[in-house]
């Protein structure tokens, strides 16, 4: 096969042999008018949770919004900062901005393209200084650190056991956007075992967009 034969995107192919289970819910969907929640939601939910260990999860419009609300679930509030990286879809910074928050950005690591825990080191050492009420204040901006938002890419996760370690000397929270990570596993050293993408931080993001899973 040449390369050229090969498709940069294909939607299709990967649902084939999901066809006949697909048209099922669906029809089950228009059966019940169960369009917007209900037990095929909560269902999912749950079964959801499951999948990456933690306690709970909850069905939203898009991605964009899971994390904006994941933002604000934290105490992320407008003017604050939320540190990020560049290499990502619009949308992490987007739902950042739409929590009134201001994104800054700090480098990747060549090998991974996550979030460099060297350069998030070296922004709050450097970049950052300490409030009178011992909050974090960028020195870009001018305004209070609160939140980093590591993005595992292309189902590749960020080094969490060292974002984790820089988050709690800065005090600040972890929320992962972890929309193109679905299933993705991280083996913690400190912990001594695999953790599942979405269950590390405070709390994360996923989307359901066709060409993230």
């Known amino acids: 096969m040449s390369v ?24 089950q969907a228009l059966r019940t008018a169960g369009f917007i929640g209900g037990p095929a939601v ?7 949770a ?25 105490g992320v509030r407008s003017g604050d900062v939320v540190v990020t990286v560049p290499n990502t879809f619009i949308a992490t910074t987007e739902a950042i901005s739409q929590a009134g928050a201001l994104s800054e950005f700090v480098d990747i690591d060549e090998r991974t393209y996550n979030m460099d825990p060297e350069k998030l080191r070296e922004y709050l050492e450097q970049k950052c200084t300490k409030g009178a009420s011992g909050n974090l204040i960028s020195r870009r901006s001018g305004r209070t650190v609160t939140a980093i938002v590591p993005v595992h890419l292309y189902g590749q996760m960020a080094d969490m056991d060292a ?19 679905h299933g993705a596993q991280y083996f913690s050293r400190k912990q001594n075992r695999w953790l599942a993408a979405g269950s590390i931080g405070k709390d994360a ?4 967009y066709a060409e993230r899973i």
Not at 50 to 74: E, K, N, P, Q, Y
Not at 205 to 208: P, R
């Open 4 to 27: 050229s034969s090969i498709p940069f995107l294909d939607l299709v192919t990967p649902h084939v042999e999901l066809d006949q289970e697909l048209t099922a819910v669906f029809q």
């Open 42 to 48: 909560e269902n999912f939910e749950k079964a959801f």
């Open 50 to 74: 499951i999948f990456c260990g933690t306690s709970h999860a909850i069905g939203v419009s898009s991605g964009t919004d899971a994390l904006r609300f994941a933002l604000m679930a934290v």
């Open 163 to 181: 974002i984790l370690d820089l988050a709690d000397r800065f005090g600040l929270i972890v929320v992962e956007d972890a929309c193109q990570a």
């Open 205 to 208: 993001a996923f989307s359901y």
